[in-house]
């Protein structure tokens, strides 16, 4: 059966797409030790892209031209349930990228667009099983991250904090310093807009994933940083101020995956476990829809060691 044959076929065909794309695969016994891969059944709809987890630990994710979200329930490296939630009211051309989870529950997504200049940020609100868009969207614009927003380089990632939610945008600038990624801060409450920029550790990559948690007074955030061949998990705090980001690499997955994977989310879950969700939709279906669950739980706690523990007072003579 030709490639062209196969593409038109349902998930029987799946081993053969990936017989046809053949020059890329990934390195199966590292990725054995790395992390469990996971397959999500979404009823047909492809492209998922943005992860974040609700207070449940269930994760979410969003089809980048499903026009749903997707609610998934893990029980370990297996899924224990999935379930499909329409959104409704997304104007015409946007593309979903990013889902971000509120203290209260609600969900915010990050779109791009054909149209150049502008990412957008959209609230979602509950009605049965469904999703519809509330309120005006929240714009993003060049005075907002310092940097011109290119047609389809919208809001890509996206995490909460309380009020706070932190988008990164796909596309890149440089400067003496070398590549930055821009990244906003925007309190849902006032308003406020802080803008960083994200140093990118390799000569392509951009950001394609964030999630973020509060321990103690700091932020933490994990991304992901890819471009094809690129794939690195990075780790870092979010400032307060609009100080620069210098990331610190968690596990360069480029020898792993070598291209053969495109990530496009990426969450902590409550043990401490990552998850990333793979984008399985880049021009043509590439293989199955699913999830990249890293089997070491102190992957991302690695970046902050505790200190250690006050030496002990030597026993009395």
């Known amino acids: 059966m ?12 799946v081993v053969g797409l990936f017989a046809c794309a053949g020059k890329k695969s990934i390195d199966a016994d590292q990725a054995a030790v790395l992390f469990d891969r996971v397959t ?5 709809v492809h492209g998922l892209s943005g992860l974040a987890v609700d207070g449940d630990g269930a994760l979410w994710t969003v089809a980048e031209r499903g026009g749903a979200a997707f609610r998934i329930v893990l ?8 379930t499909r939630h329409p959104i409704d009211g997304l104007p015409p051309g946007e593309d979903l990228e990013a889902v971000a989870i509120l203290a209260d529950g609600a969900l915010v997504v990050g ?20 999703l519809r868009i509330s309120g005006e969207s929240i714009a993003i614009g060049r ?4 940097i011109e927003i290119g047609a ?4 890509e990632a996206a995490c909460a904090v309380g009020t706070q939610i932190a988008v990164a945008l796909e596309t890149a600038g440089s400067d003496a310093a070398g590549r930055w990624a821009p990244l906003v801060m925007i309190d849902l409450a006032t308003d406020r807009r802080v803008a960083h920029r994200v140093r990118l550790r ?3 990559g951009k950001l394609s994933g964030l999630d973020c948690w509060r321990d103690g007074d700091r932020v933490r955030a994990v991304a992901i940083e890819r471009h094809f061949q690129t794939t690195q998990l990075v780790g870092f705090d979010l400032p307060r101020d609009g100080a620069e980001i210098t990331t610190t690499l968690v596990v360069d997955l480029a020898p792993v995956l070598r291209g053969a994977l495109n990530l496009e989310g990426i969450v902590r879950l409550p043990d401490g476990r990552l998850v990333a969700v793979v984008d399985n939709q880049y021009g043509k279906l590439t293989g199955p829809d699913e999830l990249l669950v890293f089997k070491d739980p102190g992957l991302a706690g690695t970046l902050w060691p505790r200190p250690p523990p006050a030496p002990r007072s030597p026993p009395a003579p």
């Open 202 to 204: 390799t000569a392509t």
């Open 40 to 44: 999500v059944d979404t009823g047909g």
């Open 75 to 82: 029980d370990g490296a297996r899924v224990a349930g999935v």
């Open 2 to 13: 030709s490639c062209r044959a196969l593409s038109r076929t349902t998930w029987v065909a």
């Open 143 to 146: 005075d907002d991250v310092g």
């Open 152 to 155: 389809n380089h919208g809001a």
């Open 111 to 130: 779109t791009e667009g054909r149209s150049a200049g502008v990412a957008r940020v959209f609230k979602l609100r509950r009605d049965g099983e469904r």
